[in-house]
Every structure is written in structure tokens, then in C-alpha cells.
């Protein structure tokens, strides 16, 4: 938290987290009443970080319509570790069906869904900006995508109540994504001036655009 506040001030974390609210609020609009159009998709994909390049190829590959009732079936009631396996299998287990179905679930229903980008937990190389925030015996992965994401769940709802008990959380339900940006930010910095040079680290963007850019937001504009 300290080093996150030698970045960045509590000001600036707020603007940014006013920026979530306004793509949660475009993402209501686009999932919330049923299979959403190809155009509704690529128009969320493109507030993804990493996803924005990739997704009309996506959508080719498994077909529009397929993957507009797999979002719909996404997000209707039921166990969300099913729901969010069903997704991931039905887009042929592509890489990036975790980080858009994290995406879909939180910013359309972020009071009941959490955030779960490959930033925050990557199961593959055991790293993020939850790894950084738990203790080191809090088991992250599960069997299943679907399982890992309850898991990071738990993570979140952890870090919440750490964030409480010092004060520091920020505005929910989007607070903690900022902070939680932020953190990975600090971890990215660490690295590249454990292992770039000096020239190469100062194109890396100061903190406040790279928390905007890791949650989809940069140049959102309300």
C-alpha cells in the first residue's frame, strides 16, 4: 500500500475507479437482457485489456451467434463455477475465455461476481497481484477454470476485509480492481528494472495509465 501510494494518490485512484463505474454501467446496458449482438461483443472485448486486438478473430473462429448464447448463458442464474466452465468449454477452452468471461460476470453484476484477469492470477505461472496481496498458503488454483475463479472469489473477499480493518480499500464494489491494478503495477516495475534497461523503462507508462490500460479503461471516456 505504501509503495501504491508513492505512485499514485488516493485522488487519482478514485478518478479511475469513476472510469470502471462507467464501463460497468456500459456493460449492463449490452448483457443484461439476453445474447447480446456481435457488435454489443466486439464493443466490450475492445474495454478488455489484451483482449481489444483479439476478439473479432474469436468471435470468427467459434461463431457470433454461438458465442453470444454462450455470454447469455454466462450470465443467467445458477452456480457460477458451472456457469464459468460451461463458457470456457464452449469456446474450445481458448486462452482468453477466462480473462472475457471474469469480465462479463463482474462488470454486469459486480455486487454477486469479482474480477479475474491473468494480472491479477495466472494459475500457469503461480503470479499476480493477488499472489502479492494473500499469504503465501492461500491456495489460488482449483481443478477447473470455473473452480479457480471461486477461488480468487475467496482471495478477493480476503483482501476486502484486510483493506477494511486498515482503512484502505477504496470506493466498492471497484475499488479494490484499482488497487489491485495498482499492485501489479509495482510488481512490473520491480521486474523491468530487475531486468531491462534503463532506456526501456521509461516507455513503460507511469502508474495511474497503466492501472487504466490493465482494466480497459484508458481513454474510456464517459
Given at each position: 500500500m505504501q509503495q501504491v501510494l508513492q505512485k499514485i494518490s488516493v485522488e487519482e485512484m478514485d478518478a479511475i475507479t469513476?472510469?470502471?463505474e462507467v464501463k460497468a454501467d456500459r456493460f449492463r446496458a449490452m448483457y443484461?437482457?439476453?445474447?447480446?449482438?456481435?457488435?454489443?461483443?466486439?464493443a466490450g472485448m475492445s474495454m478488455m485489456f489484451g483482449v481489444r486486438r483479439k476478439g473479432g478473430?474469436?468471435?470468427?473462429?467459434?461463431?457470433?451467434?454461438?458465442?453470444?448464447?454462450?455470454?447469455?448463458?454466462?450470465?443467467?442464474?445458477?452456480?457460477?463455477?458451472a456457469r464459468f466452465d460451461a463458457f470456457v468449454a464452449g469456446v474450445d477452452g481458448h486462452d482468453l475465455a477466462p480473462e472475457i468471461a471474469g469480465e462479463l460476470l463482474h462488470f454486469t453484476d459486480p455486487e454477486e461476481h469479482w474480477l479475474w484477469r491473468g494480472w491479477m492470477w495466472d494459475p500457469r505461472t503461480e503470479t499476480g497481484a493477488l499472489r502479492l496481496v494473500t499469504m503465501d498458503d492461500f491456495d489460488l488454483s482449483g481443478a477447473t477454470p470455473g473452480e479457480t475463479y471461486?477461488?480468487?472469489?475467496?482471495?478477493?473477499?480476503?483482501?476486502?476485509?484486510?483493506?477494511?480493518?486498515?482503512?484502505?480499500?477504496?470506493?466498492?464494489?471497484?475499488?479494490?480492481?484499482?488497487?489491485?491494478a495498482c499492485v501489479y503495477g509495482i510488481y512490473m516495475y520491480t521486474v523491468l528494472r530487475m531486468r531491462m534497461t534503463q532506456e526501456f523503462n521509461h516507455v513503460v507508462p507511469q502508474l495511474p495509465e497503466l492501472a487504466r490500460r490493465l482494466l480497459g479503461v484508458h481513454r474510456l471516456e464517459a
Open positions: 469513476s472510469t470502471v443484461s437482457d439476453g445474447p447480446p449482438s456481435r457488435d454489443a461483443m466486439e478473430d474469436l468471435l470468427d473462429v467459434v461463431g457470433a451467434d454461438r458465442f453470444c448464447g454462450l455470454v447469455a448463458d454466462l450470465l443467467a442464474p445458477g452456480p457460477v463455477a471461486v477461488r480468487v472469489g475467496q482471495a478477493m473477499a480476503f483482501v476486502t476485509e484486510t483493506g477494511r480493518a486498515i482503512g484502505f480499500v477504496g470506493r466498492p464494489p471497484f475499488g479494490l480492481d484499482v488497487f489491485l
